[in-house]
T-cell receptor, first 114, second 113 residues
Framework: GQQLNQSPQSMFIQEGEDVSMNCTSSSIFNTWLWYKQDPGEGPVLLIALYKAGELTSNGRLTAQFGITRKDSFLNISASIPSDVGIYFC??????????????FGKGTHLIIQP | KAGVTQTPRYLIKTRGQQVTLSCSPISGHRSVSWYQQTPGQGLQFLFEYFSETQRNKGNFPGRFSGRQFSNSRSEMNVSTLELGDSALYLCASLAGTGNTEAFFGQGTRLTVV
């Protein structure tokens, strides 16, 4: 099945630094989704990307749909303590929509050092 | 607009028992999907319901089942619980282009002892 490879697995950064993480696949995706999960909570949708090459922002977050449709990137600018959490990339299992289920990456743990 | 509501938040069960988890999607959303999250396997798709019909199912044994009611509320059931069923069970309400955007509830933390 389709697998998403997320990197890095974890990041230790200083408050105020910019963060970059990415997600790659051997298969083409028609949609890329980025989620953030806090401990004990469900994932929260941050950004949805639907078109190759698309660049979308949500506040300090910016995500890009790779031109090959096999990768996506998430950047966080000027990190703050509440950015701590696990970030997941996800995409539909099949070329259909979410009804077929989403496949998720293993996540990037973001840790901010004071 | 209320989000996805899952009950209960926490549950402890004994091996061999069965459990039922409940999910109320976002008002107006008719599609609900369920996921299992474990440290080892991550987030895995269980099944999806639309208008009371299961449209898709992930690679899980038949002990995992679900249903959806006419008001779009959904339940999932796990019978003959095993220790490995301990996980965070997440329900998602689908929306967006192609119903691709999944909006998750807080989850039910199931511990099997």
């Amino acid at each position: 099945g389709q697998q998403l490879n997320q990197s890095p697995q974890s990041m230790f950064i200083q408050e105020g630094e910019d963060v970059s993480m990415n997600c790659t696949s051997s298969s083409i995706f028609n949609t890329w989704l980025w989620y953030k999960q806090d401990p004990g909570e469900g994932p929260v949708l941050l950004i949805a990307l639907y078109k190759a090459g698309e660049l979308t922002s949500n506040g300090r977050l910016t995500a890009q749909f790779g031109i090959t449709r096999k990768d996506s990137f998430l950047n966080i600018s000027a990190s703050i303590p509440s950015d701590v959490g696990i970030y997941f990339c996800a995409g539909p299992v099949n070329s259909g929509g979410g009804a077929d289920g989403l496949t998720f990456g293993k996540g990037t743990h973001l840790i901010i050092q004071p | 607009k209320a989000g996805v509501t899952q009950t209960p938040r926490y549950l402890i069960k004994t091996r061999g028992q069965q459990v039922t988890l409940s999910c109320s999607p976002i008002s107006g959303h008719r599609s609900v999907s369920w996921y299992q999250q474990t440290p080892g396997q991550g987030l895995q798709f269980l099944f999806e319901y639309f208008s009371e019909t299961q449209r898709n199912k992930g690679n899980f044994p038949g002990r995992f089942s679900g249903r959806q009611f006419s008001n779009s509320r959904s339940e999932m059931n796990v019978s003959t619980l095993e220790l490995g069923d301990s996980a965070l069970y997440l329900c998602a309400s689908l929306a967006g282009t192609g119903n691709t955007e999944a909006f998750f509830g807080q989850g039910t933390r199931l511990t099997v002892v």
